[in-house]
């Protein structure tokens, strides 16, 4: 059975950095996508950005603002099952949880943030002002 766990998140102040990580487990199939999701208070889930198993291409948001785009980078180690996501500079804005989903794939697609599978539970990340 497909695992995801997120770590990573916490409480840190306007200007921090965090590294989420996102363990996958629990499959033997190469060919899949994952992204990362926020959920703030309030608000409905968004996606941030994802990454393709085979390739290592990313993708992020279309609609996200430059000033976002330059605090998130996203990242992968095939060994070992792992997908981070980097973000710098964090702003209060930022707080949300957190969540990696996994999209297995029948043939080669575009990475996107839409029709995943599988959810982790969620790291909480909430940004001091």
């Known amino acids: 059975e497909v695992q995801l766990v997120e770590s990573g998140g916490g409480l840190v102040q306007t200007g921090g950095s965090l590294r989420l990580s996102c363990a996958a487990s629990?499959?033997?199939?190469?060919?899949?996508?994952v992204g990362w999701f926020r959920q703030a208070p309030g608000k409905e889930r968004e996606g941030i950005s994802c990454?393709?198993?085979?390739?290592?291409?990313?993708?992020?948001?279309?609609s996200m603002p430059d000033s976002m785009r330059r605090r998130f980078t996203i990242s992968s180690d095939n060994t070992k099952k792992l997908v981070y996501l980097q973000i710098n500079n964090l702003q209060p804005e930022d707080t949300a949880v957190y969540y990696c989903?996994?999209?297995?794939?029948?043939?080669?697609?575009?990475?996107?943030?839409?029709?995943?599978?599988?959810w982790g539970q969620g790291t909480q990340v909430t940004v001091s002002s």
């Open positions: 629990g499959f033997t199939f190469d060919n899949y996508h």
């Open positions: 989903a996994l999209r297995r794939l029948y043939s080669n697609s575009y990475c996107g943030l839409e029709e995943y599978d599988y």
């Open positions: 990454i393709s198993s085979r390739d290592g291409v990313t993708y992020y948001k279309d």
